[in-house]
């Protein structure tokens, strides 16, 4: 089974394992709508899986998957934003000191940019500082991470559903890696296992039908490959 999830594109076994468990999971607690590599509304990621479950006389509630098998993947997404800006903040205000500190002790340096010599900048990397070397890693390392590693915190800033579950192998789970508002299911013995339940994320109606939407274009798109049907195909069926 796990062999014909697994992707051209590089998935491991381990983690086409555990979404097949998700998968499961999800619909065993009521989810009928399920589906594989969703893209989400409101933003440019994907979800491992995404899923739809009816309530009656209710619209229903929606849960987003997100599988990791190493913590390096775990913590490349897992960056708070409030927290990381404030670090950023903290970070620029150290350079900026820093380097009012090194002009004054390098009156002379420059670094050419300008016609004007009175408006050159005068590049500090070439002093060879070590604090300010290090300073500058810090910041690039933090940008990096600000900006491209975010996905929990952006999905649940975003309300693209109303549940979010990470799925990680037992061995992997602290709870402090877990990102705030999330579930935690675990795989024990085989099976998935809830250790922490999730906060529940009011969403409008139309994320709601947009996201029961990409459910169901995805899982035609698992159909038409599995049936072997191209794009040439649907427009001569027209």
């Not at 590089?10 to 399920?34: I, V």
């Not at 670090?87 to 820093?98: H, K, N, S």
Request: aromatic residues 8%; glycine residues 6%.
């Amino acid at each position: 089974m796990v062999a014909g999830i697994k992707r051209a594109g590089g998935e491991t076994e381990r983690h086409a394992r555990l979404k097949r468990l998700a998968f499961l999971w999800a619909q065993a607690q009521g989810y009928s709508a399920c589906a594989m590599e969703v893209s989400l509304p409101k933003c440019r990621y994907r979800a491992d899986i995404a899923a739809y479950r009816l309530t009656p006389e209710k619209i229903g509630s929606t849960a987003i998957f997100e599988c990791k098998q190493a913590l390096c993947d775990l913590r490349r997404d897992n960056c708070v934003s409030h927290a990381a800006r404030q670090q950023l903040e903290t970070i620029c205000q150290r350079r900026q000191l820093l380097e009012k500190r090194l002009r004054a002790h390098y009156p002379n340096l420059r670094n050419g940019d300008s016609l004007f010599p009175e408006f050159d900048l005068p590049d500090l990397t070439v002093i060879g500082h070590r604090g300010y070397q290090r300073l500058l890693r810090q910041l690039h390392a933090l940008q990096n991470r600000l900006y491209d590693c975010t996905k929990f915190d952006k999905l649940l800033r975003y309300r693209c559903a109303n549940l979010y579950f990470l799925v990680l192998p037992r061995e992997l789970f602290r709870d402090s890696e877990v990102p705030v508002g999330w579930g935690a299911l675990v795989e024990v013995d085989g099976a998935l296992t809830v250790v922490r339940n999730p906060i529940w994320h009011e969403t409008t109606p139309e994320i709601h039908m947009r996201l029961l939407h990409r459910i169901a274009v995805a899982g035609t798109r698992v159909i038409n490959r599995k049936l072997e049907i191209t794009f040439n195909d649907i427009i001569a069926g027209r």
